[in-house]
């Protein structure tokens, strides 16, 4: 089994910066894909920024500039750093890690728990 688990949300104003960790554990033999996606009340959940293991990153248009994913491999971890907040960054972020597991190695995507962002104007 893995666990996917994310940490570091929280309340800020317009303007300021957080950071989430996401930290995957378990059956794990190698992960590929890391990424981070928000959902807002009354919207579709949506990528925000991914990274692979060899360090290709995507980020959505809407975060360009503003936000940072980075990853260490070595401790199964995904960051994101989050500047220039703004009211419609709010919603809930999840992590989603692409993990080939053992000792099926099989590819299954595990999703964490979320964590609320909240930007207030």
């Known amino acids: 089994q893995v666990q996917v688990v994310e940490s570091g949300g929280g309340l800020v104003q317009a303007g300021g910066s957080l950071r989430l960790s996401c930290v995957a554990s378990g059956n794990i033999f190698s992960i590929n894909a890391m990424g981070w996606y928000r959902q807002a009340p009354g919207k579709q959940r949506e990528l925000v920024a991914d990274i692979t293991s060899g360090g290709i990153i995507n980020y959505a248009d809407s975060v360009k500039d503003r936000f940072i994913i980075s990853r260490d491999n070595a401790k199964n971890t995904v960051y994101l750093q989050m500047n220039s907040l703004k009211p419609e960054d709010t919603a809930v972020y999840y992590c989603?890690?692409?993990?080939?597991?053992?000792?099926?190695?099989?590819?299954?995507?595990?999703w964490g728990q979320g964590t609320q962002v909240t930007v207030s104007s």
């Open positions: 989603k890690a692409g993990v080939t597991v053992t000792p099926a190695r099989v590819r299954l995507n595990y």
